[in-house]
C-alpha cells in the first residue's frame, strides 16, 4: 500500500487526488475494489479496511459531501492511466510538412518529377509547402512563379486543396497545399496512382534519380539570404 511518504519518495504524485493519509475528512463514502457500495463510514475506518487488503484509499470525488473514495492499488492505476495517455498519443495523427522547390523556369520533365513527389505526399497524408526560387532578374518577374503555383494548384485539384496562398517570402514564393481526405485514405482509394491532370505520379518517381538539384525536405528549410548575382 502507497502512503503519502512514499507517493513522496517517487517524486510526488502525478494527478490531483489524494490517498491514504493525505484524506483529511472525518468520514468518506467508500467503494469497495469492485465497485460496490461499503457505505459511509470514518475516516480511520476506511483506512483500516484499506490497510487490510494491502490496497490505497483513493479520494475520487472530492467535492462530495461526503468525500467519495475508492479501494485501489494506486501504484498501478497512475501506470495504466500513464499507459493509456501513451497509446492515444500514438494513435494521433500527426501533420508533418514536407517541402519541395522549384524554380520559377523549369523544364517540363523536372517539373513532372517534382509533382510527382508532391502527389505522393499528399497521398500519405502530408501537406506539402511548395516553394519558388527567384534568382537574379527573376525576382522582378513574380508572375512566373504565380502561374507555375497555379498550374500546380489546377493539376493537383482532386487530391489537395490550397491551405496557404501564393505569397511572396523575400526572394521566394510559397504556397502550402494539403490532402484532401484523410492520411492514408487516398491510397486505399487507389487516389495515390493518380498525378493530378496533368500527369501519373509512378513514372515521375521513376525519373527521380535523374532529377538534378533540389530533393525533397522533411521539413521546411530557409533559403539562404545572400544575394544572387544578376544573370
Same mark, same amino acid.
Not at 494491502?54 to 461526503?66: I, K, N, Q, W
Given at each position: 500500500m502507497l502512503t503519502s511518504a512514499r507517493i513522496a519518495n517517487q517524486g510526488g504524485p502525478i494527478s490531483d487526488l489524494r490517498i491514504n493519509d493525505q484524506i483529511r475528512t472525518k468520514e468518506v463514502r467508500l467503494v469497495g475494489p469492485a465497485g460496490e457500495q461499503v457505505g459511509i463510514v470514518s475516516i480511520d475506518k476506511a483506512l483500516q479496511l484499506a490497510a487490510d487488503v494491502?490496497?490505497?484509499?483513493?479520494?475520487?470525488?472530492?467535492?462530495?459531501?461526503?468525500p467519495v473514495c475508492k479501494l485501489m492499488d494506486y501504484g498501478k492505476y497512475k501506470y495504466e492511466s500513464a499507459q493509456k495517455a501513451?497509446?492515444?498519443?500514438?494513435?494521433q495523427q500527426q501533420t508533418v510538412i514536407k517541402e519541395m522547390k522549384l524554380r520559377p523556369k523549369i523544364d517540363k520533365h523536372d517539373y513532372e518529377t517534382k509533382k510527382g513527389h508532391i502527389v505522393r505526399f499528399l497521398t500519405a497524408g502530408d501537406k506539402v509547402k511548395i516553394t519558388i526560387m527567384f534568382r537574379g532578374r527573376e525576382q522582378s518577374r513574380p508572375e512566373l512563379g504565380r502561374r507555375l503555383l497555379d498550374k500546380l494548384a489546377e493539376e493537383l485539384a482532386d487530391l489537395a486543396i490550397i491551405e496557404s496562398a501564393a505569397k511572396q517570402d523575400g526572394r521566394n514564393m510559397i504556397m502550402v497545399v494539403a490532402p484532401i481526405r484523410p492520411k492514408g485514405e487516398i491510397a486505399k482509394s487507389g487516389g495515390g496512382r493518380k498525378? &493530378?491532370?496533368? &500527369?501519373?505520379?509512378?513514372?515521375?518517381?521513376?525519373?527521380?534519380?535523374?532529377a538534378p538539384a533540389e530533393a525533397p525536405s522533411e521539413q521546411p528549410a530557409e533559403t539562404p539570404a545572400e544575394t544572387t548575382p544578376e544573370a
Open positions: 494491502d490496497l490505497d484509499l483513493v479520494e475520487v470525488a472530492p467535492t462530495a459531501r461526503p501513451r497509446a492515444s498519443r500514438r494513435n498525378g &493530378g491532370r496533368g &500527369g501519373d505520379a509512378e513514372p515521375a518517381e521513376a525519373a527521380a534519380s535523374e
